[in-house]
């Protein structure tokens, strides 16, 4: 796994099928709090931000938790009484699901596949209809659970405009500067409900994820894990998410997983995880941990270098695969088509030439 070198020193014993913690300090949470997946992983180093280690594992985009950037300091203070009297009066994207999970959709790719049934729906809401909702569901107690996902916008109000004004700009953008990447092209704001899972995934944006309000544990996978992580072809709505269910794989459908590994972190108040483009991740608000805040920075990748350099990294071959389903779809004018062609120019032909 030649991605994840300098994240693997960190610590090289890893653990069977448990979680990267047993040894480490850990406070404002514990592990009863993690919920149990079948896999092992490896902890996501903690460093200073001044810590040459931290800019050596961003320099070749593997994750690191950083501790003391004060990204977002001015936030720290944010809780739902605060925003609900500060962030004003626009509509806030609310996914409304009947269980913890809330597995993304990209609802312009629907039409693609007409029996895809999503297991939660967006609603448009005030901020007060949410926090309505979040107690309401919490008092019933049920399955039933909502998590805020909405862009960060100039509806907010004066009082959060401040705060955002106040976020370590003069740190993030010359980080950005400094890997050459393209623009911040949104803040997303997440509020969400202990223990709801946003199942893994991958984005093709670089992110710092910062956490203001409760704890959350970050289950990462590089993107040379392709292969064990079974994603939703591309034009599927579910494009860039795992067919895989953690908590119930299916070793007959997806062998390979069980040869996954994670890299895994708990982030709280303060921390900053970089998330690298193509990075998988699978991201839970800890079990009767309370509401959880986070504001994340995605950013535009650098620009593809004008020399290509071989052997190709893992992530430039995702991009490849992404382009040839994407061209194929349209080329057959058929997203159904695809499958069945990729299969009948590979099966029997490639497997025994080559070896
Ligand atoms: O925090 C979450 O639940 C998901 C966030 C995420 O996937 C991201 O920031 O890319």
Redesign the pocket.
Known sequence: MAAATAVAEADPAGTEGGTGFSGVQSSGWSESQLRKYPFPTKPIPRLSHRDPRAEILIDNEEPVVLTDTDLVYPALKWDLNYLQENIGGGDFSVYIAQTHK?L?YDEKKMSNFENFAPKSRRVEMKFQEFVDKMDEMEKAGGDERV?L?QTLNDTVGRKIVVDFLGFNWNWINKQQAKRNWGQLTSN?L?I?MEG???PA?Y?EQQ?F?AQIKGY?RCILFPPDQFDRLYPFPVHHPCDRQSQVDFENPDYEKFPNFKNVIGYETVVGPGDVLY?PMYWW?H???LLNGGT?I?V?F?YKGAPTPKRIEYPLKAHQKVAIMRNIEKMLGEALGDPHEVGPLLNLMIKGRYDHVFS
Do not use: A
């Open positions: 809330f993304y998590y996902q997303l997440l969400g709801n899972v946003t995934h984005d992110n994820f959350k998330i991740h991201i839970e608000s959880t986070t994340n995605w």
